[in-house]
C-alpha cells in the first residue's frame, strides 16, 4: 500500500510519490525564537517528527531542514523591552527551544539554518524578482523592497482567495507600497533599530522580511523543487501563500506537497505568546512526565484541533501507562528484547499510510498489548518476545518507546528541574508580592539576583514568568 498524504494546496489526500527514489526532502518552518517555546510550538515539532519516522520506518532517506528565524520585528521588540542584545535573546530561546526538542524526544533536523546566515541568498533571490518584475524598491526612501501580488496570476493558489477579499499586508509602512496587499521581501533600517540588525544593500541598510527567509533556506538545501513542505496552519496564510508565489515567480517549482497540522487551544483560543495563554514546555513537564507530555501531543491525527486541559493531559498519560505497564512487565518476564526486530501489525501500518492516522494506530498497538498481556502469564515464550518487539517497534515510529535511552536519561533531570520550579518559583512569588506592596526596592533585589543566577523574569498578562537565559 503506497503513503497518502493530505496536501494543503488541493485539499485532498494524495499518493505520496518522492521527487527522488528512495529520497524524501521536508523543509518546515521553525520558530521565531523570541520567548521560550510552548507546548503549540512543540506539537508541529512532534508532528513533523513522526512523518519522519514513518517516512524511514517505510524505507526513505529523509533530509529534514527546518529553519530559524533569528531576525524579526517580533524579536527586535522583545529584545528592547527586555533590554538585551536582539542576538543574544534569540540564542537564548534557540537553547530553550532545543531543550525542548530534546526533553520530548525529538530527532534533531538535518540542518537547522539561521535566517542571519543566509542574506546573501536572500538578496539573490530579491535580485531575480527584481529582473523579472515582480518586485520594486519603494520610492519613498525607505530602503524597503515589496513583493507585486498583482504581477504574479497564482497568488492567492495555496490558500484559495482572490486578491481583492484578502487584508492588507501587515508587515510593513503601506506609504512605500503600490498596492496595500503587497508584502515586504527587504525591510530598511529605521532609526531606534540597532545597526547590528541590518545589512548593506543597493537600497541602504536593512534586514529580511519573514517569508523572503524560508524561500531563500529551502531553496539552498533543498534545491528549487522538493517534497513536502509543512508547518502549522495558522502559517498557510499569509506566510506560506507569500513563500509560495516568490519562489514560483523566481522560476522555482518549490514544493510538491503542503502539509499543515492544526492548532493547539486553550479556551477556544489558539495557543499564543502574543495572547498569554501559552503553556511553556518547561512548565507543563512538572506536571506529566516528557515521554506522557509527547504521547498526548501524539495521540490526536494531526489535522485535529486540541483543546489543551490538564483533564486531557493526564487522562493521556494515564492511557500511556497502561501500555507502559504491559512493556515493563513483559521485559521483566523475557529479560527483554530487540525493538529493531519487532514486526509492524498490518492495522498500524494501514493506519499510518493512510494519513499518519495515529488515532487509529494506537488503536491497534492498544489491541496488540491486550494480546501481549494474555500471554504474560504463559511465561518467556517466543510468542510473547514477538509481541513485546512488535509494541516497542510500532512506539519507537511514534517516539514513545518507554525504554528508548533518550527517556532513560531525562529521569533524573525531572527530578532536578522540580526542584529548581520549586525554589525559583518561590522567589518570583516574593518579587511579586513585593511589587504589590510598592516595595520596589526588594522586588528588584530579588530580579537582580535570579538574572545573576542566570535566571530571566518576564511579566505577562497572566501573571510572571521565568525561564533560563
Known amino acids: 500500500m503506497s503513503i497518502r498524504l493530505y496536501d494543503t494546496a488541493t485539499r485532498q489526500l494524495r499518493d505520496f510519490v518522492p521527487l527522488r527514489p528512495g529520497r524524501v526532502g521536508i523543509y518546515h518552518c521553525g520558530l521565531t525564537v523570541q520567548a521560550a517555546p510552548h507546548v503549540g510550538h512543540i506539537r508541529k515539532e512532534v508532528v513533523f517528527d513522526v512523518l519522519r519516522r514513518w517516512l524511514e520506518h517505510r524505507g526513505y532517506a529523509v533530509t529534514v531542514i527546518a529553519n530559524l528565524t533569528d531576525i524579526d520585528d517580533k524579536v527586535l521588540i522583545k529584545s ?40 546573501p541568498e536572500m538578496l539573490e533571490l530579491i535580485d531575480t524578482l527584481l529582473e523579472k518584475g515582480h518586485a520594486y524598491a519603494a520610492e519613498d526612501g525607505s530602503g524597503d523592497v515589496y513583493f507585486d501580488v498583482r504581477s504574479w496570476p497564482g497568488y492567492g493558489e495555496l490558500s484559495r482567495q482572490r486578491i481583492d477579499d484578502m487584508e492588507p499586508a501587515a508587515d510593513a509602512d503601506p506609504r512605500g507600497k503600490r498596492e496595500p496587499r503587497d508584502f515586504a521581501l527587504w525591510k530598511g533600517h529605521k532609526d531606534g533599530e ?45 506566510h506560506h501563500e507569500n ?18 497540522n492544526a492548532m493547539l487551544t486553550t479556551a477556544g483560543e489558539k495557543m499564543s505568546k502574543s495572547l498569554g495563554n501559552s503553556e511553556l514546555v518547561s512548565e507543563v513537564v512538572q506536571r506529566v512526565r516528557p515521554i506522557e507530555l509527547r504521547y498526548y501531543l501524539v495521540s490526536p491525527h494531526y489535522r485535529s484541533v486540541v483543546e489543551f486541559s490538564d483533564d486531557a493531559l493526564q487522562e493521556a498519560a494515564a492511557g500511556f501507562r497502561r501500555i507502559e505497564g504491559y512493556v515493563a512487565r513483559a521485559t521483566e518476564v523475557t529479560g527483554g528484547v530487540d525493538p ?26 492498544h489491541d496488540v498489548v491486550r494480546d501481549g498481556n494474555k500471554r504474560l502469564g504463559d511465561g518467556d515464550s517466543p510468542a ?36 529548581l520550579d520549586a525554589l525559583v518559583s518561590e522567589l518570583v512569588r516574593q518579587r ?38
Open 384 to 419: 510473547l518476545r514477538g509481541t513485546l518487539a512488535a509494541v516497542r517497534r510500532m512506539l519507537g515510529v511514534l517516539g514513545v518507546d518507554p525504554l528508548a535511552p533518550v527517556w532513560a536519561k531525562h529521569s533524573d533531570d525531572s527530578r532536578l528541574r522540580g526542584a
Open 80 to 119: 528592547a523591552e527586555q533590554g538585551r542584545e536582539w542576538w543574544a535573546l534569540a540564542y537564548a530561546n534557540e537553547r530553550m527551544l532545543h531543550e525542548a526538542y530534546d526533553i520530548l524526544g525529538c530527532e534533531p533536523a538535518t540542518y537547522e539554518p539561521r535566517a542571519t546566515g543566509h542574506v
Open 243 to 260: 513563500e509560495l508565489a516568490q519562489s514560483r515567480a523566481a522560476g522555482q517549482p518549490f514544493a510538491r506537497y503542503w502539509m499543515h
Open 340 to 365: 529493531a526486530k519487532g514486526v509492524v501489525c498490518a492495522e498500524f501500518a494501514a493506519a499510518m499510510d493512510d494519513d499518519l492516522g495515529v488515532p487509529a494506530a494506537l488503536a491497534a498497538i
Open 194 to 238: 540597532p545597526e547590528t540588525a541590518s545589512w548593506p544593500t543597493p537600497w541602504g541598510r536593512g534586514r529580511p522580511g519573514w517569508h523572503l527567509e524560508c524561500s531563500a533556506m529551502a531553496g539552498k538545501y533543498l534545491g528549487p523543487e522538493f517534497d513536502i513542505h509543512g508547518g502549522g496552519l495558522d502559517l498557510r496564510f499569509p
Open 432 to 469: 511579586q508580592q513585593a511589587r504589590d506592596g510598592h516595595d520596589f526596592a526588594t522586588a528588584d533585589a530579588v530580579r537582580d539576583a535570579l538574572r545573576g543566577a542566570g535566571v530571566e523574569v518576564e511579566d505577562t498578562p497572566s501573571g510572571p514568568r521565568w525561564t533560563l537565559g
